[in-house]
């Protein structure tokens, strides 16, 4: 077992996958201009610069050697709210790494069913932590016509299916669609979309496959173009990350990689377990991202000279109601954890939908009060290369002067972030993934109603209606 270096991660990227991006078929993403801020971004995952990172991003194992505390799983409240300092500082690319606590959340269930499936998941686990991998969450299918189930669409692969059955292991074919960082991971997590029935044997699928894979092919798609000027493009420049439309072209998959081949009572447990933890990880990145919203709304305002204006205060008190709302789910939601068969801790159930259900139901409006604070200079404010040409220059710094104490450039790039994370690369990709990521608000409506204690509230409100 041993902790990858950034340098070997990148070496580790050279496995012959299969990826395409703007219409180019790219043979090794670590020489692609196209790749360079993405396999940067995953990278830093694998620099331990200090002991004090070291200790955020790693934890000691059961062996009594370091990994990635991505791959801890939780036993208590502590282990939690380290998982959750660990995630404000991973990429994306470890956040959907992820998927190794759902598949580890469910294989006790698995082992009921089918014991080499549950051993199966075992053995990924290690393999993944103990070569310091990455895996990603692959669940959307196409779904084609969604008035009809998946065997009943005039193409039958837009839902990923077996197509047959060998000794070797099961072949499969279908796309899975919004996969994100699929081209940097080294291991495709592939889960049921959804529960099917038993006419649906076929597409009660679950299983695990190196990148790299014969068949596997990625047909790549970010919000940003690969080369972004970082004045003008604070958050952008930094944090491009490509999704991926994922196609299984008739691939093979061993049995010793098979978590699920037909067996349909598992296809919604697999699915919903996926759902917590990636709603956990948009939760934990909502609450830094409206803390965010807050310091730019307080900044720009002060910068106007309206901070004290009753309407400016009013707005941010929305904003920091909203931040607080969210950072107290978060909270709740590991303080009152809870655990599966195995042992295995997990955020609060109910919290974490109804949090994410706030966050996005709300995130919009928290865009509006953060661009109306900003005013117009949001869209129209002049790029850097024309505050550095002298004659172009000297104007944007007499006539975007406001006082003495704000320096105009300043000035400048908290008005380019937050076009950035609102209005432009990074905010166009937001305003949908904050409605879409662990499911549409549909899927949290369901959940909630599912989960919460209607029994319980009904005998409440009979009984104070005296009603015997």
């Not at 080369?227 to 010793?256: C, I, K, R, T």
């Amino acid at each position: 077992m041993s902790l990858k270096t950034p340098r070997e991660y990148v070496d580790s990227l050279k496995d012959g996958r299969v990826t395409f991006w703007d219409g180019e078929k790219i043979d090794d993403i670590t020489a692609s201009p196209k790749f360079t801020t993405p396999i940067a971004v995953a990278a830093a995952d694998y620099d331990h610069p200090s002991p004090e990172r070291t200790e955020v991003m790693t934890y000691v194992t059961e062996t009594g050697e370091r990994a990635h505390r991505v791959f801890q799983i939780p036993r208590n409240e502590d282990d939690l709210i380290k998982r959750v300092r660990m995630m404000e500082e991973m990429s994306i690319v470890g956040g959907v790494t992820g998927v190794m606590m759902a598949l580890m959340s469910v294989k006790d269930d698995v082992a009921q069913v089918n014991p080499q499936y549950a051993a199966n998941i075992e053995r990924l686990y290690h393999h993944v932590r103990d070569n310091d991998l990455r895996a990603a969450e692959v669940i959307t299918d196409p779904k084609g016509d969604r008035s009809r189930r998946a065997h009943e669409q005039d193409d039958p692969d837009l839902y990923v299916r077996i197509v047959r059955r060998t000794d070797e292991g099961i072949v499969v074919r279908g796309a899975k669609l919004h996969i994100s960082a699929a081209s940097l991971v080294h291991e495709l997590v592939v889960m049921p979309t959804k529960g099917m029935r038993q006419d649906e044997t076929d597409y009660a699928v679950s299983f695990s496959v190196p990148v790299g894979t014969p068949g596997v092919k990625i047909i790549n798609r970010s919000f940003a173009t690969s080369q972004l000027n970082e004045f003008d493009y604070p958050a952008s420049a930094h944090h491009s990350m490509p999704e991926g439309f994922v196609v299984f072209d008739d691939v093979l998959v061993p049995w010793d990689r098979v978590f699920l081949a037909g067996e349909t009572q598992l296809a919604s447990r697999l699915a919903q377990s996926l759902g917590l933890w990636e709603r956990t990880g948009g939760l934990v990145a909502a609450v830094a991202e409206s803390k965010m919203f807050v310091g730019l709304a307080a900044l720009v305002s002060e910068m106007q000279g309206k901070d004290r204006d009753a309407h400016v205060q009013s707005t941010l008190a929305e904003l920091i109601c909203y931040a607080q709302m969210l950072k107290m789910s978060l909270d709740y939601a590991c303080a009152n954890f809870e655990t599966a068969t195995g042992g295995m801790v997990y955020p609060n159930s109910l919290a974490v939908n109804a949090a994410k259900y706030y966050y996005a139901s709300n995130y919009h409006t928290a865009v509006k009060y953060l661009q109306d604070l900003s005013g117009g200079l949001v869209v129209t404010l002049p790029t850097e290369s024309d505050l550095r040409n002298p004659e172009s220059g000297q104007y944007i710094r007499k006539y975007l002067r406001t006082k003495s104490t704000v320096d105009v450039e300043s000035r400048m790039r908290v008005y380019n972030l937050i076009r950035d994370i609102t209005a432009d690369a990074l905010g166009g990709w937001r305003l949908v993934v904050a409605l879409q990521a662990g499911g549409g608000l549909a899927a949290q409506r369901t959940m909630m109603n599912r989960i919460y204690d209607v029994a319980g509230a009904k005998a409440m409100a009979l009984a104070a209606a005296g009603v015997k």
